[in-house]
């Protein structure tokens, strides 16, 4: 279920996550605007099947444009993995294992909305730190 974060005037926190995909065929995270069902600002899908680095945003009820160019796939199953998810002024910027990955430009506004943070699917949460700037 969704976890409420700290009120920010600004902006949603950075997250560093350390995770175990457990045999993952697939998971996600989602910086959301509430509980289950609410608008989602950024939803992080590794598809592990297909190598695919699926990215997008959930707005009054729809899934916008899916993004899903990437540099390679950063992931392997039952291999833990370090993430660092830093919400800048025009995106959320992602770096695996301490090297950039992808940017996802900001889609909704205002950032103050995102209020919760859920992890669903095939994943352990080793640790995880939010940092309020």
Not at 2 to 30: D, H, I, Q, W
Not at 68 to 79: Q, T
Request: charged share 20%; net charge positive; proline share 7%.
């Amino acid at each position: 279920s969704p976890r409420k974060l700290e009120p920010s005037v600004t902006s949603p926190p950075n997250l560093c996550l350390r995770y175990r995909p457990s045999g993952a065929t697939r998971f996600c995270f989602n910086f959301q605007c509430g509980g289950l069902g609410s608008d989602i600002a950024f939803h992080f899908n590794p598809r592990f099947r297909h190598k695919e680095m699926v990215r997008n945003s959930f707005q009054d009820g729809d899934w916008g444009t899916e993004e899903r160019k990437c540099h390679g796939f950063p992931f392997a199953p039952g291999v833990h993995f370090d993430l660092l998810i830093r919400v800048l002024d025009t995106c959320f910027d992602v770096a695996v294992n301490g090297q950039h990955y992808l940017q996802f430009q900001h889609r909704l506004q205002p950032l103050q909305r995102v209020s919760h943070f859920s992890v669903e699917g095939d994943v352990m949460v080793a640790a995880c730190k939010f940092q309020y700037c």
